[in-house]
């Protein structure tokens, strides 16, 4: 496909395939009773703290050109997971848009 004839980004709505809204920023929450969100530390590590309204750390978009999970805070920045998929911890790194 040639650049020029290729279809504009889209940077609102909602993509249907992974059901989230574009580039509109969300929390993550915990199921527990105390209602933890995952904060971005220093651009890698993700930890869950009270909520701290409007903490631009606290808080994440979906990227529809990546098709990643992105801080709100460090926006060159993706959530990944930890030896290729084969783990269930999530950090931040680099955007490299790769599927596991």
């Not at 992974?18 to 929390?27: C, D, H, Q, R, S």
């Amino acid at each position: 496909m040639y650049a020029d004839k290729r279809k504009a980004d889209r940077t609102k709505g909602t993509n249907e395939n992974f059901g989230f809204e574009i580039n509109k920023p969300f929390y993550l929450v915990q199921e527990y009773p105390m209602h933890r969100v995952v904060e971005c530390i220093g651009a890698h590590h993700l930890r869950t703290r009270p909520i701290r309204r409007n903490a631009k750390q606290q808080q994440f978009f979906f990227d529809e050109v990546s098709k990643t999970i992105k801080s709100y805070y460090w926006k060159s920045r993706s959530m990944t997971i930890q030896s290729q998929g084969r783990s269930a911890t999530l950090y931040m790194t680099t955007t490299n848009s790769r599927w596991f």
